[in-house]
């Protein structure tokens, strides 16, 4: 299962009643955000989601209303007495931008371990079962989208490990995707497990034109987070010169992907009630979402029970 | 007259539903603003304090808490298209913090002057008819307490204009304090006004222990915003430690400046009802209040009609 909260949906400047665009996602007691600016750690606070099991903050890009809220927030884990270390990473001249940053929290309880993706390669981080790989975008500087996926093990057959001759009590080690030594034998996971089942993707950018790189990762994605930073074309031109998607384009890519859901967030401060303007997406993309602050959603994989 | 806005009253980091402690004060169409955390910029919005006017912010120290708004702040007042240029001031070390801050808000559209206070001898900044004295307190690192004075000249006098023969044209000139020439005479204000009549003055002093600084310049002041971290003394030992103020503590120094009223800010985060707790400094200076995120006065000279 993965837990997504949109816990700001603003672009340039926070806004009275919209934090600034960041998206918290957990699994199994992991938890990673993306993009932190002025004032996501109360935004966070007011969603329920807890800064302490954080293990990754992916930023897009070094932008203030991407960034700024750093300092803050580290301080604030660093109040909660958290000593595992924190991976942050982002495009190339982050390290730049969290110097300066940092000036005001120089001693945290923690590490920090810094990770500037060049893109020109494929690079993947991890957080519990999550797999984050960061993939470039469109805008005026380096800009990073996230592609988020939590795999599924095939199926365990019983059938096979009877055959196998194999005690119960080690059935487990196998479906956690352990080998196991029993006598002379090797007994490795995929002598008793199905293929791989489906996974479970989150695809997210923002401050960005539409890429085909959002296409390639996006592909069947259960939940893409993207721009609508204006609600028509209208503002095309200006959504063109700045590097943005707006609510059209982004809905035309999660069509092309045939995603399963789009949300649309960072919206431009002159937006006031984005939801009226959202059949300008659900016209090109039916399941298409004005996402809000604190929205939330529990993903699950396929065949999984709702509780 | 000077509008006073308490748009914040927390300390140590933002929460849902508190702003960390910021004062925002207005006369004349010139505003001052004391302390820049993370969310002012959002705070002052809701409260309805433009960002425009401001000619002038003052930071007591630099803690995250105090400073860590700024670029978002400057920026957004950069997207107002200011031109007009800002001061900052704030004790010594500001410099340093600032230049590590601004990495994300490198370019502006309007000037920044910079002005770090020793505090080892009195100065003043003005903006508009506000007359603003920083003055040393005692925290944990270099901190500034501000008073905020706007001055009142004396009556005018009609008969001695007459006396001089003045004519009513130039009556003005003098009554705005400059000095003027009839013939071979140079007529200054004090010729035809009689004398200062008394102001109104704030004192704003957070993170800090009572000190006689704060006593000095708090003395008949109309109004005194002070930290109360603690809403009793029950942790004085913590308040000493780390040089913060209790409830009884700030109500006492108000009480021995003979204040016309105390506003109480900078709560810790673990003080989730401060008006309940209130009678803990009602019952030293009756006069106390317990400020809440948005709080505003119109300070008026004592003998202006109220509207």
Redesign the interface.
Known sequence: MLDICLAGTGG?????GRWLTCLYARSEGHSVLIDC???T??AL??AGCNLKPIDLICITH????H???L??LL??MN?CERTEPLTICGPAGLY??L???????PELSFDVMLSEISGETEQFLSAGPMRITPFPVKHRIPCLGYSLYVGRSGRFDPQKARELKLPVKVWSHLQNGSSIEIGQRIITPDMVMGPPRRGIRVVYATDTRPTESIRDYGRSADLMVLEGIYPDNAKLDKAKEWGHMTFPEAAALAASCGAGELWLTHYSPSLTDPEAQIENARCVFPNSVAGYCGMKKSLRFPDDPVK
Chains 1, 2 share one sequence.
């Open positions: 340039m400047k926070p806004l009275p600016g002025e004032g750690q109360i606070a007011e070094v932008h203030a209303d960034v700024a809220g300092p803050g301080l604030s109040n730049q931008i110097q300066g940053l940092m000036v005001v929290a």
